[in-house]
């Protein structure tokens, strides 16, 4: 009888299995991050704040801010999709923005229009923008003008004399709108200026996270990364941007300082400084407008049009017997009237209307497209008179 021996089975060794359970367990946690990605994206499409705007910006040269032209895409704000075309000078346009403007006709006058987003139109449609709305109004009251939109969100008046000198041969400007946000505007002028990082636009403290972070890029990248981030609470990774600390501690995002007794000025040497930077950017921006008409508008912080003045102060610890609503725009227009401006307040027209708080988007704070009508049709007057000289 013949035997047989069993032939034992190789055993696996606990290297392999270790190896095996490894694998299966990366693969596996690969596939759900890859599916919360893809849930998220879903049930959220919305791109982190920073990814839709991802090379709108550039620097000059010789420095400047500008925005890259030939650029497109878009912005979500406020959940909704508003499409950005930047044509070949650097203006934005409606998409597809042309390369360049369509050859002048007999009689036709160029103006361009300088600023902030509220110039820019962040939050509405190019032909909603306030120098697509102002350009529609001159032309009803029979004025055969182009206007071109050289708003740059995030900036302020450091920028508007690059902005100009940029465009003025190849657009032909023939007069010139400069739009002072009464806000941000103010505070951006002290600051250090501004950087670009992967075409965003950001501060110097914002612009060492972008180039060090790995997880700042991750956010940006990644919609799940970004719920982690924020569940983690590490809002560190975009406070690091913010703007630094200016003067004595006082709240500056509106500029309600500009609003004190101008009598009691000395006890605030800060305004002193507040007067001697922005003079230096408006000083350079007369220089180059020397033989250009031009029109500085001041355009009122959201806050002030819509809030009560006394609960303002509050908030923001003023003093109610040293502040007055009014006090700062007519202090900034004195001021620029001395440097040989022409200015057009809009705090008094905006306060004077009774849907006022219908004029800007809930939430975002800028104009909605009946707020950018209603600001070009309070400069429509003005505007043409000064194309007419």
């Known amino acids: 009888m013949t035997s ?3 032939v034992p089975r190789p055993r696996r060794s606990w290297r392999k299995l270790v190896l095996f359970g490894s694998v299966a367990a990366a693969i596996a946690l690969l596939g759900a991050l890859a599916v919360g990605e893809l849930l998220l994206r879903f049930y959220d499409p919305l791109p982190h704040p920073l990814a839709d705007l991802r090379g709108l910006y550039e620097v000059s040269g010789a420095g400047h801010i500008q925005l890259a032209a030939g650029w497109s895409g878009a912005q979500f704000v406020e959940g909704r999709r508003v499409p950005i075309a930047i044509d070949g000078l650097g203006l934005r346009g409606e998409p597809p923005a042309g390369a360049m403007p369509p050859a002048r ?12 987003s509220f110039v820019f139109g962040q939050g509405v449609d190019a032909a909603a923008a306030i120098p697509a709305q102002l350009e529609l109004l001159l032309r009803q009251r029979g004025v055969d003008v182009t206007v071109g939109n050289a708003g740059i969100a995030g900036t302020g008046p450091r920028e508007w004399t690059h902005s100009l000198q940029r465009v003025r041969q190849s657009f ?4 010139v709108v400069a739009v002072l946000f009464v806000g941000n505007d103010v505070l951006d002028t002290l600051q250090e200026p501004l950087t670009v990082v992967d075409g965003w636009l950001l501060t110097s403290g914002f612009a060492k996270v972008a180039r060090e972070s790995w997880r700042f890029r991750l956010r940006v990248a990644s919609r799940l990364w970004d719920k982690v981030e924020t569940v983690l609470g590490s809002a560190n990774l975009f406070t690091m941007g913010q703007h630094a600390p200016i003067g004595p501690g006082l709240a500056l995002g509106d500029a309600l300082f500009l609003d004190r007794d101008p009598q009691r000025d000395a006890e605030l040497p800060f305004l002193a400084e507040v007067e001697a930077r922005l003079g230096g950017s408006f000083d350079a921006f007369a220089v180059a407008t020397r033989d250009l008409p031009k029109l500085i508008v001041l355009l009122p912080a959201r806050s002030v049009v819509l809030q009560d003045y006394g609960q303002l102060l509050a908030t923001n610890r003023l003093d109610p017997a040293l502040h007055r609503r009014g006090v700062g725009h007519a202090r900034l227009r004195a001021w620029l009237e001395r440097r040989g401006f022409l200015v057009v307040d809009l ?14 988007l809930p939430n975002d704070g800028h104009f909605n497209a009946a707020g950018c009508g209603a600001a070009a049709a309070m400069l429509a007057e003005d505007v043409e008179a000064l194309l007419r000289r």
């Open 347 to 360: 705090l008094e027209p905006l306060l004077a209307r009774a849907d006022r708080a219908a004029l800007y």
């Open 4 to 6: 047989t021996t069993a």
């Open 105 to 116: 006709r007999a009689g036709e006058r160029r103006l361009l229009v300088v600023g902030d």
């Open 172 to 175: 032909g400007v023939d007069a």
